[in-house]
C-alpha cells in the first residue's frame, strides 16, 4: 500500500511513492505527522501515540537504503513510545535531521537547474 507521499523529478511525471522507496521529503512528512500526534494534548493520546508510531515506520522505511542510520534512529523512538517513555527531545531532534536533508535535496536541486533561484528570489533589480 502506497504512502499516498507524491514528489515530481524535473523530467518525469508525479507520482505516488511506494513506502519502501528512498524519499527524504516522504520520510519528514511522517515525521512531522509523527511529531504533530505525538505532541496532541486531547483526549485521544493513547491512540494518537498508536497512530505516531505507525507515521515512523513509515518514515524508517524511506530512509532504511539511503539513510539507514535515520531509520534506525526512527525505530528507537518508536520503540520507547511503546514503553510510554517521553520521546519527544528525540522526536524534535530527528524532525529537524529529517528538515536538513529536504533542505540540502533541494539545494542539490537548485545547483543542478541553474540559477533558478535567484530568477525566483522575487527582487526586483
Not at 504512502?3 to 515525521?31: E, G, L, M, W, Y
Not at 505532541?39 to 485521544?44: H, P, R
Not at 533542505?103 to 530568477?119: H, K
Amino acid at each position: 500500500m502506497a504512502c499516498n507521499c507524491r514528489k515530481s523529478a524535473a523530467n518525469d511525471p508525479v507520482f505516488t511513492k511506494r513506502p519502501d522507496q528512498p524519499c527524504v521529503f516522504c520520510a519528514h512528512k511522517h515525521i512531522a505527522a509523527a511529531k504533530a500526534l505525538y505532541d496532541l494534548e486531547s483526549g485521544y493520546r493513547s491512540i494518537n501515540k498508536s497512530n505516531a508510531i505507525g507515521q515512523l515506520i513509515l518514515a524508517a522505511w524511506h530512509y532504511n537504503l539511503n539513510h539507514h542510520h535515520l531509520a534506525m534512529r526512527c525505530r528507537d523512538i518508536w520503540l520507547e513510545m511503546e514503553k510510554l517513555h517521553d520521546v519527544s527531545s528525540a522526536l524534535s531532534s530527528l524532525q529537524n535531521a529529517a528538515w536538513q536533508l529536504v533542505l540540502r535535496e533541494n539545494n542539490s536541486g537548485m545547483i543542478t537547474s541553474g540559477n533558478a533561484e535567484s530568477e525566483d528570489s522575487g527582487t526586483n533589480s
